[in-house]
């Protein structure tokens, strides 16, 4: 969701995966869609902890995200989902491909997420 730096990215994995994609969401969608997810990934470089990761994680999503400020503290990697070097588009493509392909290990994190 968003209309942010890394759409040409996307629009890149699209040609290998399924992935939905949209541009602007009302706000009363935007639960609908989080259950929809199997991953979050947020790509801030210079923020702390957005409300877009509260609420991904009550929907019980694992997140990737950048590992920067208050988002190590939240996140606590692999504990609630993985923390990347978000400029290391190749890490980022590796962790989010595989928590898309593994449900199973996606199913165990959105468990812990949600407890």
């Known amino acids: 969701m968003g209309d942010g730096p890394l759409y040409y ?5 699209k040609r290998r995966i399924s992935i939905k994609y949209y541009y602007r969401v009302p706000y009363e969608k935007i639960v609908e869609i989080y259950n929809l997810s199997k991953i979050l990934l947020t790509t801030f470089r210079y923020k702390g ?6 609420e991904g994680l009550a929907c019980g999503i694992p997140i990737v ?3 920067i400020g208050g988002i190590q503290e939240m996140i606590k990697d692999r504990n609630y989902g993985f923390l990347v070097d978000i400029n290391n588009l190749d890490e980022v493509a590796k962790i989010c491909l595989r928590l898309i392909e593994n449900q199973i290990g996606t199913k ?5 997420v949600r407890e």
Request: charged share 15%.
């Open 108 to 112: 165990i994190y959105s468990k812990t």
């Open 49 to 54: 902890i957005q409300s877009i990761m509260l």
């Open 9 to 13: 990215m996307l629009q890149d994995f």
């Open 65 to 67: 995200a950048s590992r």
